[in-house]
């Protein structure tokens, strides 16, 4: 029970350490206050025999629970300090300053006792931590060598006391210490000393077991190096020392290898790194796959050009149909080897790297291996598309934990030599991020300048790029960087005819599909009009990945038909346009994308996607409001200005057009349909220019022409791009008349000549042509 006697005694500030109840301690007097303190407790003959009130200060700060304890005796440390020998009693609660003689401080002291076993309220929760204390506390001073002080655990009765012996711990922190001190309830104070006891066991056993795992993989390293020494002993004394030794089997891969000596030199240091390295050192590991990379790359290895030019357009002919100006200039490509070999003159790098721009489907990636075949070169694909790590081009460096080269290094090892055909798929799909641009290293693989000595990051040595023929491809070119194109020859595809596409099904892709679903030539015949109507009713596109979906899925019917074994019917298949229906439902596609019947306010555009060409219907109303325009279809900025500049141009010559002061006073609506399609550019300027005049006259526009073409203030029309594209989209939905720019007439002869003998094209310079074209009278 706490002393209700209130005792005023002089501070001894403890500036290391603490002093618990029932210890003997020396305390050195090394400090001003201590030496006051000292002071203080001698009596008038000199001698000291009183009681110091030993207070902890950490930080400046005194805590607020000492412990009161008794002078024994006093004498000098071997140095010469003064210093008592105390006798700790019981803890005392700091008060209020209070008077004394001398310069100590002095404060009044609350004696506080722990309470004995008859006074504490919860005695059965005592003994159970007391219990689980000493077990903690005996196994760690167990663990820790100190099997001879367990035994002082059982000489301590009271719960409290047996608390405080935790302060006895040399690695228990100052605070920790204090907070003991401070901690007056027994059952508290017993808690924190059985965690902090736990806690002190815990860090021994994890340093227990990473010691032990230390100890147990140096002696297996040191057993293994042991074994290691005595194979290779046992191996030089059976004549075998030369198996399996990877540095011999290195040097002898190099000589023969035929590399320029500069990376001849880079495999020989790393040999001899590999030589002196231990196999046990990570590093081993390391060197020995920078070697294996290296040593497959198909050093020397070229394949010998097929110069035929004959032989390679046929080849080129019986795999694509169509697609004329490639063809011509993979021919033309074959034609500088042909006469630079004869001649032995020119330079040995690649002129010229070429870009397959167009539509989906239209068969840019299998182009890509026709070149190859008739090149007789092999053939090796390099998909780009979301890469967004230059790492992924350039390799990592060798610092990094699991690097590895970049993907051209690892295409040439694919490819088996060094002359190989590159098609490097979907170049327009390359990102940027934080890790890089990649884009970026492609400019020093594309310029035949500098590819000639490309370095990858891991392997570090100079690569000979300037025989790889590089064929890119991209569906459009708004996203390759202008720095990367200009170092490309642009190819256009634009997509096939409704003929070629029955052409190219026939020729090509029939068979295919044929084998894919198990089926012979001989069992299936499928008529030439089943193929129109599959091109034209169940297919809309610019290449043939769609129509050779569909004709799988007639064969697939077919299949299943032939499969089931019916006697009935007739040794070949037949597929006709009522089959064809009865396989696949009701048409999928109509000519319905482009107006039908002359319109007031409507007019078909012509415009390019992604997936190639396609109409693109203007509507134009008109509602009572406050005079203006409101454009909508999702439109970019540029649309969006073509729309303006339409309506400028109609509002200064409005008595040309024959348009009144009311109609222009209302509020005017141009909307593109499928508005879920963002659309730009300026070449839609014409079509809303007209659809907007139709309008505001009354005069319906003509249902069978389309057109395309910027506008200016002035009226004048401008070219644009992608005309082929256009005009086959407007082919393809049945369109008679299509106007064009006349800047643009030169692009007519892109066009497929069957096109052209079908459609009317307009070019024209000005407005006012388009709308004596367009507009009925």
Known sequence: MADLRT???????????????????????????????????EGPD????????????????????????????????PGGTPALVVRAERRARMGVAGAGRGAALWVEAEPLDDPGPDDSPDAGRLDELAGEYRAAARVLLERLGGRRLTGLLGDVDQPGALADTIGWWPELSQERRIELLETIDVEARLTKAVAWVKEALAEAELAE??????????????????????????????????????????????????VPEAVRS??????????????????????????????????????????????????????????????????????????????????????????????????????????????????????????????????????????????IV?????????????????????????????????????DPAQNHSFRDHYLEVELDLSDVLFIATANVLDTVPGPLLDRMEVIRLD????????????????ARQLERNGLRAHELTITDDALATLVADYTREAGVRGLERQLGKVLRKAAATIAAGDEDRADVFLVDEQHLRAALGRPRFTRDEAVREASVGVAN?????????????????????????????????VMTESGQIALSYIRSRRDELGISGDALARRLHVHFPAGAVPKDGPSAGITMTTALVSLLTGRAVRADLGMTGEVTLRGKVLPIGGVKQKLLAAHRAGLTDVIIPAKNEPDLDDVPEAVLAELRVHPVDDVAEVLLLALAA
């Open 209 to 258: 077991r990473i010691r032990t795992d230390v100890t147990e993989g140096m002696e297996k390293r040191q057993r293994e190096f042991l074994l290691r020494q005595q194979l290779a002993a046992i191996r030089r004394e059976l004549g075998e020392d030369g198996d399996d030794d990877p540095v011999e089997a290195y040097r002898a891969t190099l000589s023969e290898l035929d």
């Open 605 to 637: 555009g012509l415009a390019v996607t992604g997936a190639g060409g396609d109409v693109l219907v203007v509507e134009a109303t008109a509602m009572d409001g406050d005079a203006g325009l409101a454009l909508t279809g999702q439109l970019g900025d």
């Open 266 to 407: 880079a495999i020989e240091r790393e040999i001899a790194r590999l030589e002196r390295t231990e196999p046990q050192n990570t590093e081993h590991g390391w060197i020995r796959t920078w070697l294996d990379t290296i040593t497959e790359l198909p050093w020397g290895v070229r394949t010998e050009d097929h110069l035929d030019l004959t032989e390679a357009r046929a080849v080129l002919d019986a795999d694509h149909t169509g697609l004329d100006e490639v063809k011509d200039r993979i021919v033309e490509e074959l034609a500088v080897r042909k006469l630079r070999t004869e001649r032995e003159t020119g330079d040995h790098r690649h002129p010229s790297i070429l870009v397959l721009v167009g539509p989906p489907g239209v068969g840019k990636t299998s182009l890509g291996e026709s070149v190859a075949r008739a090149l007789g070169r092999n053939f090796v694909r390099v998909a780009l598309g979301g890469v967004r790590d230059e790492a992924e081009i350039r390799g990592h460096r060798r610092t990094y934990v699991g690097a590895m080269p970049g993907r």
């Open 7 to 41: 005792l005023t005694l002089p501070v001894l500030p403890l500036t290391s350490g603490i002093v618990l109840p029932g210890m003997v301690v020396t305390i050195a007097i090394e400090t001003d206050e201590a030496r006051a303190a000292l002071a203080a407790a």
């Open 495 to 510: 997509g096939y005819t409704d003929r070629e596409k029955v052409a190219i099904a026939r020729d090509h892709l029939l």
């Open 46 to 77: 000199g001698g000291v025999d009183t009681t110091l009130l030993l207070v902890p200060r950490l930080d400046g700060r005194y805590a607020r629970v000492g412990v009161l304890a008794h002078v024994e005796d006093r004498g000098t440390l």
């Open 410 to 446: 690892r295409a040439l090892g694919e490819a088996g030599s060094m002359n190989p055909v590159f098609l490097l798929d979907e170049i327009d799909k390359v990102g940027a991020d934080w890790r890089g641009d990649p884009s970026a290293a492609l400019l020093e693989v594309l």
